[in-house]
């Protein structure tokens, strides 16, 4: 039996950074990720977010990919709080995420930073943060 567990830092935001993801929705929202997420087998170990994003620590298995994750976990949340009518407007995610390994050292550093949201955006936007990340890791804006 193999046992693999690779940890991802994910962050995906609404579409066009619409601000509709107020506190009471989030709650009952990232309730609802969890739970669906371990019945497709995808361990959240924090999930927290702002008024347009969400913040999630999981872990892969050797099964699963990010790109799988994140569509399991985006796709069904968006359906599912729109079929329960949580928003309106509906609920849409940006297509795009932002996801890193993290090692295990850093493991409560990211636990800490996903569950101190609410006081990390009060200094900078998402749109901000998103854009350091982009530069921080290196990624390519274009690709």
Sequence with gaps: MSHVKIWIHAVWGTKNHERILTKEVRQQL???????????????????????????LLALNADMTIAKAIQLIKGEAAYWTNKNSLLKPKLEWAD????????????????????????????????????EFITKFGFDHHG
Excluded: W
């Design 30 to 56: 990232f309730s609802h990720i969890q739970k669906n997420a371990k019945e497709k087998q995808i361990y959240i170990d924090s999930i927290n977010g702002g008024l347009d994003h969400v913040h999630c």
């Design 96 to 131: 795009e995420y932002y996801a890193v390994s993290v090692s295990e050292s850093m493991l409560n550093k990211v636990r800490d930073y996903i569950k101190n949201q609410e006081e990390h955006h009060k200094k900078i936007t998402f749109k901000s943060e998103y854009e």
